[in-house]
């Protein structure tokens, strides 16, 4: 009761703020420049070209606080030691550059980028078209949609209980040793299977991914003309060819807006890899290796910073590309 009156307050907060900046900052810009008067036309262009800047102000403000700044702070610790009392230029970058856990990490990465993202767009794509086909899609779509509520760490946790081991012979509270076992195999360590414990990995981001392509390109099926999928029809096309014809080179726009969007989702992954490996057996990735770096042992926040300065070069391309392709999409 308390946090939903604390919600519930900042929510009122927020609104009761925005309310009475609108209102103060257009009775002070108006009272600077009086739409009336001998200079009425002169004051009032001169308030419209400030007034759109009073939006935006705060929101420009606080991005720089707490996006362009750290960015900043974090590539200015990249240069400098362990605890930030000498400085080292490029050191940080070429310790990562002879570091093997950096070298797993991003060869790790680069896997989750070549699986994650393929898997969750083909299998959305085709959940989207299948459960568009069957009487009760939407309940099928809610299904497939439902890990999307699921916090990643409580994905990490349902799976890790999936892969559980217990020693033959034991009773396997594990659902993948459990078949196994009543297949007649012998229970596996899933997680400690090199390199087959990242593909396990994986599969959890897949999980939760497939459904935010599903509905994502649900709706881009459903914007396809249907005088075009009539005239297919009509020439003869198969339902094969209606599909990976007509209806997939129309919605590449969207493909790839959902790619890319996945793709940055992978290039970040933290909560999966911390809560069901910590990143042993081989299954490092970039931001565990900088969580690892800067606050656990003792903290290096040099190396920390420069793996994360890395991390954001290589999320800001995917990102911007991301970007053009949802406005191309949206023009």
């Known amino acids: 009761m308390e946090l939903f009156l604390m919600a519930a307050g900042t929510i009122a907060l927020g609104v009761l703020g925005c309310v009475v900046w609108f209102w103060g900052s257009n009775l002070v810009l108006d009272s600077i420049y009086p739409p009336r008067g001998r200079n009425a036309g002169d004051n009032i262009r001169r308030a419209n070209m400030i007034r759109p800047w009073l939006f935006v102000g705060p929101a420009v403000l606080f991005l720089g606080v707490y996006l362009v700044y750290p960015v900043i702070d974090s590539f200015w610790r990249s240069l400098h030691n362990a605890d930030g009392s000498r400085f080292v230029g490029a050191g940080n970058y070429l310790w990562a550059l002879g570091d093997d856990k950096f070298r797993e990490s991003i060869w790790n990465n680069l896997l989750w980028l070549l699986v994650v993202p393929a898997l969750s767009t083909v299998f959305g794509l085709l959940a989207a ?115 990976f014809k007509i209806k997939v080179p129309q919605i590449m726009g969207s493909i790839a807006v959902v790619w890319t969007t996945i793709t940055i989702v992978v290039l970040k992954v933290f909560d999966i890899v911390f809560v069901m490996t910590n990143g042993q057996w081989g299954t490092q990735v970039l931001a565990n290796l900088m969580y690892d770096w800067m606050f656990r042992g003792s903290p290096d926040y040099g190396r920390g910073s420069a793996i994360a300065i890395v991390l954001m070069i290589v999320v800001t391309p995917i990102m911007v590309w991301n970007i053009y392709n949802a406005r191309k999409e949206a023009g």
């Open 129 to 243: 078209q299948l459960t568009d086909r069957i009487r009760w899609g939407n309940i099928g779509k809610s299904l497939i949609f439902m890990p999307m509520a699921i916090s990643f760490v409580g994905a990490g946790v349902i799976w890790k209980l999936i892969y559980e081991f217990r020693e033959s012979g034991e009773t396997q509270i594990g659902l993948l040793n459990w078949i196994v076992t009543r297949l007649g195999g012998e229970p596996q360590i899933w997680l400690t299977l090199i390199p087959w414990n990242n593909f396990f990995l994986m599969i959890v981001l897949v999980w939760i991914q497939t459904g935010f392509a599903m509905v994502i390109l649900s709706a881009a099926l459903r914007g396809i003309p249907e005088e075009t999928i009539e005239a297919a029809i009509l020439d003869g096309a198969s339902a094969w060819q209606l599909f």
